[in-house]
Every structure is written in C-alpha cells, then in structure tokens.
C-alpha cells in the first residue's frame, strides 16, 4: 500500500502514523520525504516567492551555502519520521535549474542525518523512467525491520498529547492554552473524549505556528487559542495559533469571473 500524506511531514505524516495507523491497523515500513532544493533554500532564508513573479535568482542559480542552511529542515523532518521507527528514503525532486553540485549536497547531506537513502528524481522530465532508482531505493528500504511505535499513549492527559507533539515534532519548548482551550480540556475530559488522538490544526508552511520561521526554529512556545472535537471522526484537533479551518481560497476568488450570458445563457469563466 503506498499513500500519500501531504503538506510538511511533522502535519501530514504524523497525523497518519498517530491517527490512520492508529485505527486502520497499518504498519508502515517506509517514508519516503519529497525534497527540492528551491524549498530547502527558501529554508535557508532565501527571499520571498510571490505568485505570478519570476523567481528570485537565488532560486534559479547555484547557492550552496543557502542550500546547506536549508538542510536544518530536512534534518528535522529525518528525524521526525525516525523517531517512529521507520526507514527513510529522501526523494530530491530535481528540476533544470538545478546543479548536481546542489542535488549531490542534499542527497550527501539527507544520508548523514539517517535516512537510509537519498535519490535524485527526474521524473518531471523523463515520467516514470525518472523515478526508477527512487523506486529500488524504496523497496530496498521496505525490506528493512520495522520497529514502528505511535508518539504517545493514548492514555495521557489531552495537554501532555499536544505539548509531545509540539516538542518531539515542532521543536518547540512548551505549549500555552488559552483560557477557551483549557475550558475545553475540562470539558472534553469530562465527557470522555480525553482518550482520543490528537489532530494538530497548524501551518505548514513552518515546524512552528509562524509561517515566516523557516528552517528548524527551536525553543518557541506553541500558542493553543481553541481545541474543538471531531468525535464521529475520532479525534480532537487544537487550533495553533491564527491557524483557520475554512478551505484556502486565492487573494481574488474565482467567483468574481464567473457571471451567466443573458443572450446565450451560457455560463462564463469557469475554465
């Protein structure tokens, strides 16, 4: 079974290894870890990428310095998905305005940190041909023990969940509820809920709850402002920060180009 489970490793990944396998009965025996080297020098305080923009050179020209500061989040995210137990196979997703000075220095640099490997893919350009040593590297890795384990006991307090999560996975020094979360602590625990997983509802754009902290900040303390239950589902999910539950939506929704013709009652800018 091979799933995908998206955003950043410490939201996607670890809620299906503490809730999904929880549930489901899975046991993986393999994370595979998409890197790029645009993403990881955007780690290591590269400039600001805006939509529709032409990338900042820093992204199209070869910055190894930049790149090896990035690695502190690759180094992070290794770790993460080795704290459960599980092989990690790092995919560097390459693209031509990459160097192979750059995809060398993350393939050298993921196998130092522990993943059991670390494969340059070019699948965007060559389709399935290009991810072919990804592939061996995957089944060589599966082939490994598994010692899979969940973060934490069911069993614990609702806050001592969320502040494992924080700490072993975000790198953060403590947790702060605020008074409607704590209320909510009470509350759920009274109810019964206490026992249920935790969902973390948190950026992914960071390890913390501040988008613009790249790489592996450390040592922040994760502001909790409400927790909520999704009881039918079977988790609690805490609400980090300003972090929104409603779908993103782009800065001009696409509704304002959607109008009916009167003349030919056809339906206008839906495509």
């Known amino acids: 079974i091979v799933t995908e489970a998206g955003f950043g490793a410490d939201i996607g990944m670890e809620k299906f290894f503490n809730i999904k396998c929880r549930y489901s009965g899975l046991r993986p025996h393999v994370v595979v870890l998409v890197a790029t080297v645009r993403a990881l020098k955007m780690h290591g305080g590269g400039p600001t990428v805006t939509a529709g923009v032409p990338l900042p050179k ?28 599980v092989a990690v196979v790092v995919a560097v997703n390459g693209f031509k305005s ?3 000075a750059e995809l060398d220095l993350v393939c050298s640099t993921a196998k130092e940190m522990g993943a059991f490997d670390a494969v340059k893919c070019t699948h965007w350009a060559e389709g399935g041909l290009g991810a072919v040593d990804l592939a061996k590297a995957v089944q060589r890795a599966s082939q490994q023990e598994s010692d899979f384990k969940f973060l934490y006991p069911l069993e614990l307090p609702i ?113």
């Open 58 to 85: 820093e992204y199209i020209e070869e910055n190894l310095d930049l790149l090896a500061k990035g690695c502190s989040n690759l180094r992070k995210q290794i770790e993460n998905a080795n704290m459960f137990g």
């Open 159 to 271: 806050v001592d969940k969320i502040r494992t999560i924080a700490q072993k996975i975000y790198g953060a020094a403590d947790v702060e509820l605020s008074p409607e979360a704590q209320y909510k602590v009470e509350v759920y625990t009274k109810q019964g809920f206490a026992d249920l997983p935790i969902c973390m509802a948190k950026t992914h754009l960071s390890l913390s709850h501040m988008p613009e902290k790249k790489g592996a900040p450390m040592g922040f303390v994760l502001p909790i402002r409400d927790i909520r239950a999704s009881v039918g589902a079977g988790f609690l999910y805490p609400l980090v920060g300003t972090m929104s539950t409603m779908p993103g939506l782009p800065t001009r929704p696409c509704f304002y180009d959607i109008d009916l013709d009167p003349e030919t009652e056809e339906v206008n800018g839906l495509f």
């Open 98 to 100: 990459d160097t192979e």
